[in-house]
C-alpha cells in the first residue's frame, strides 16, 4: 500500500556482505566493482551505508522522466557555482540505453573534463558499470516517485499540446486529435497497449534506470530485473531520492555526496517546495484505474518501497550522527 514501507528479505542466511565475500572468494573475482552475482544472490536488504566512490569527480544523474528532473537539473545549475562543478545537461532526445561504443566515448570526454573540475552529468540513462570499461568508477544519483504517480503524469504529459509547439525536438509531431483526448480512465479498463504494459512486453520502467542496459532490464514482471535493479542501487547509488519528500532527499544527497550537493538545503529549491515543469491540471484518475495499474507495476511499486527504506535509513544515520565517513 503506498505511504508503507516495505522490507526486503535476504534469501539464505547471512548478510549479504558475506555472501558477496563468498562468493567473490569461489569465483576468484577480485573486482568488486565488476561483480555480478547469480540471480539467487540479488535480494539485498536497503542499508544506511556510504557507498560514494572516494575522491570521485563524476556524478551521474540518473534521471526517471516524471521524477523532479527538472528541478533537481535546476538544482545543480544552482550548486554548480557553490561547490565549484562543471552542471552538464545535453539537450537530446531520449535514449537510456546507449552501446559499449557509446558508453566507452561517453566516459572518455567526461573523465577528461572531470580532471580538470569535477561534472554532474544529468540524463534519461540507465546505470551501466564504468569499471568494466576501464574507467574509474562514478558516483551515481537518482529520484524515484510512486510509479502509479509517475506513468499518470507521463501518460498526461505526452498530451500537452505546448510540447508540440515549443520544443524544437517535437514540432510538427503533433500526434491525432483521439491519442491528445484520451484520458487513463478510458484506456486502463481496455487494456490498450500505451497505457497498459503487458507482461512480458519491452517498457521504459522505473526499473529499468537501476537494472541497466540490459534488455531483460526491460520486461515488464521480470523479478531478474527487479532483483538486479535492488542489488545496482544498494551497491552503486550515493543516494536516490523520492519525489513525494524532496526536502528530505536533498538533505541526505547532501550528506552522502557533499562535494554536489553541499549547501542544497540552504537553496530554494533544495526545502522542496519549488518544482520546475510540474503538471498542477492533471485529470484526476479514478482508484479503479489506479488499483488496475498497480497489477502491471507491482516490481517496480516494490522497488520504489526498497528505496524509500533506504532514503529513511540514510537520513536515521545522518540524525544519529553514526553516516560512514565519506567516500568509504
Known amino acids: 500500500m ?8 535476504l534469501r539464505g542466511e547471512g548478510d549479504h556482505a558475506l555472501v558477496q565475500e563468498a562468493y567473490l572468494k569461489v569465483a576468484g573475482e577480485e573486482d ?3 561483480f555480478e552475482p547469480p540471480e539467487e544472490l540479488l535480494e ?8 560514494t566512490p ?26 554548480s557555482a557553490l561547490n565549484s562543478f562543471y552542471s552538464l545537461t545535453p539537450q537530446q532526445r531520449i535514449q537510456p540505453v546507449i552501446d559499449k561504443e557509446q558508453q566507452q566515448t561517453l566516459l572518455e570526454n567526461l573523465f577528461s573534463l572531470s580532471d580538470k573540475v569535477p561534472v554532474a552529468y544529468t540524463r534519461h540513462l540507465y546505470y551501466f ?5 576501464g574507467f574509474p568508477r562514478a558516483a ?16 498526461y504529459y505526452a498530451r500537452i499540446p505546448s510540447r508540440y509547439l515549443e520544443n524544437k525536438l517535437l514540432q510538427g509531431r503533433m500526434p491525432s486529435p483521439e491519442f491528445m483526448n484520451m484520458t487513463l480512465d478510458t484506456c486502463v479498463p481496455q487494456k490498450d497497449p500505451r497505457c497498459w504494459y503487458r507482461e512480458g512486453s519491452r517498457q521504459m ?6 537494472c541497466g542496459q540490459d534488455s531483460y532490464c526491460t520486461t515488464v514482471g521480470s523479478r531478474r530485473a527487479l532483483q538486479m535493479a535492488k542489488y545496482n542501487a544498494e551497491n552503486f547509488y550515493s543516494a536516490v531520492g523520492v519525489l513525494e519528500d524532496l526536502h528530505l532527499s536533498y538533505k541526505v544527497l547532501e550528506k552522502y555526496l557533499p562535494r554536489f550537493f553541499a549547501h542544497s538545503s540552504g537553496s530554494d529549491i533544495g526545502t522542496g517546495t519549488v518544482r520546475f515543469n510540474s503538471q498542477e491540471n492533471k485529470p484526476s484518475v479514478k482508484n479503479s484505474t489506479r488499483l488496475m495499474m ?8 516494490e522497488l520504489y518501497f526498497f528505496l524509500k527504506q533506504r532514503l529513511h535509513l540514510q537520513a536515521e544515520a545522518i540524525e544519529s550522527g553514526n553516516i560512514d565517513t565519506y567516500g568509504n
Open 54 to 79: 572516494a575522491h570521485s569527480n563524476l556524478v551521474f544523474f540518473s534521471a526517471v522522466p516524471k521524477c523532479g528532473s527538472s528541478t533537481t537539473g535546476h538544482l545543480f545549475k544552482k550548486l
Open 294 to 301: 498497480e497489477t502491471f507495476l507491482k516490481e517496480d511499486i
Open 129 to 133: 558499470n564504468t569499471t568494466i570499461l
Open 44 to 51: 539485498v536488504h536497503p542499508s544506511a551505508r556510504n557507498v
Open 2 to 9: 503506498p505511504g508503507q514501507l516495505r522490507v526486503a528479505t
Open 32 to 34: 568488486e566493482d565488476a
Open 140 to 155: 551515481w544519483v537518482a529520484i524515484v516517485r510512486h510509479p502509479v504517480e509517475r506513468l499518470i503524469s507521463q501518460f
Open 205 to 210: 520502467l522505473q526499473l529499468s534506470f537501476f
